[in-house]
Structures are given as structure tokens and as C-alpha cells.
């Protein structure tokens, strides 16, 4: 099983990717992601997300599991799973792509940083919709730009997970 049990950031993102390859190797049909994370950095989760299809082109399965929370990268990252797993008593929490700060900079500069974070909000935004078989219309409406905490049973009903167990 490979731990991601801490915030999405180069370093861990380095170490996951590089645990999904030696898996992969070593010929690993099946690999479990187990997430327990309150989000990070969307490159990093991207990084992770093609690794997993570099995996799946190798014939290997890559299952996720929400060990206790997986917000923000990790609902996205728990939604790209093969068979998708949350324990009983684990939260999700989507939300729209979000940023910290835009720094500073001349009006010009901010737009086009917003126009790039709107960029990023749809792809991923689509991605977790169709993850969900939800329509993207129906999954903005559920957000609405706010947190949306969910239990594990609100997270099956969504179709973010397929079952509710413990591994």
C-alpha cells in the first residue's frame, strides 16, 4: 500500500509517484493509494493522476482509499481510483480550485492569473464530474463555491467512491 498521508507538495508527489513505479516494476498487478490528506498543490496531484495512467497503459490496477480525510487534491485524487474505498468513518471535501494568495502585481498580471486558475478550475472540475457520472452542471450546482464536506455515505451516494469499508 502507498501512503499519501500528508499535503500534496513536490516532495511527497516525488515519493508517491516513485512507489507507484517500483510497484509497477516489480510486477504489482493491483496497487492501493491510501489517502489521508487536506489537500496541496493541483501539480502535484496531476503528476500523481498520469502516473496512475502510465500504470492502468502497464495493465495494473490502481485502487484508492480514503483512510480518514480527502480534501480538496485528495477527493479529486480518491475519485480517480479503479475500485474507490472510503473507511466508514472518513470525510471528503470538495471544492472549486483555490489559491492562497495572487501575490501582487499590475492588473494585468492578476487577470491573468485568475484566468489561469479558472483554466484549471474546469479541467479539474470536469474531471472529478465525470469521475462521478455527474454532469458538470449538477456538480457546480453541489459546490457552489463553498466547502462541501461529506460523510462517507454522502461520498457514495455522489459517486465519488464505489464502496464504504475498512482495508
Not at 489521508?36 to 490502481?62: E, F, H, P
Not at 499590475?106 to 455527474?134: C, P, Q, T, Y
Request: glycine letters at 8%; aromatic letters at 6%.
Amino acid at each position: 500500500m502507498i501512503k499519501l498521508h500528508e499535503n500534496f507538495t513536490p516532495k511527497s508527489v516525488e515519493r508517491v509517484i516513485a512507489e507507484i513505479r517500483e510497484a509497477v516494476e516489480q510486477g504489482a498487478h493491483e496497487i492501493t493509494i491510501s489517502i489521508d490528506s487536506n489537500g496541496g498543490y493541483g501539480s502535484a496531484l496531476q503528476a500523481i493522476c498520469d502516473t496512475m495512467r502510465w500504470a492502468r497503459k502497464r495493465k495494473v490496477k490502481v485502487n484508492t482509499y480514503n483512510a480518514g480525510k480527502a480534501y480538496s487534491c485528495g477527493v479529486l485524487l480518491l475519485s480517480f481510483g479503479d475500485k474507490r474505498t472510503m473507511a466508514p468513518t472518513a470525510k471528503s471535501m470538495i471544492h472549486d480550485v483555490g489559491v492562497p494568495v495572487l501575490g501582487g502585481g499590475k492588473v494585468g498580471d492578476l487577470e491573468e492569473r485568475v484566468k489561469e486558475l479558472r483554466d484549471l478550475n474546469e479541467i479539474w472540475m470536469s474531471f472529478l464530474a465525470k469521475n462521478m457520472k455527474m454532469s458538470r452542471k449538477k456538480l457546480d450546482k453541489l459546490v457552489d463555491g463553498k466547502d462541501l464536506f461529506l460523510t462517507a455515505e454522502e461520498s457514495l451516494k455522489l459517486g465519488i467512491i464505489d464502496e464504504i469499508n475498512f482495508l
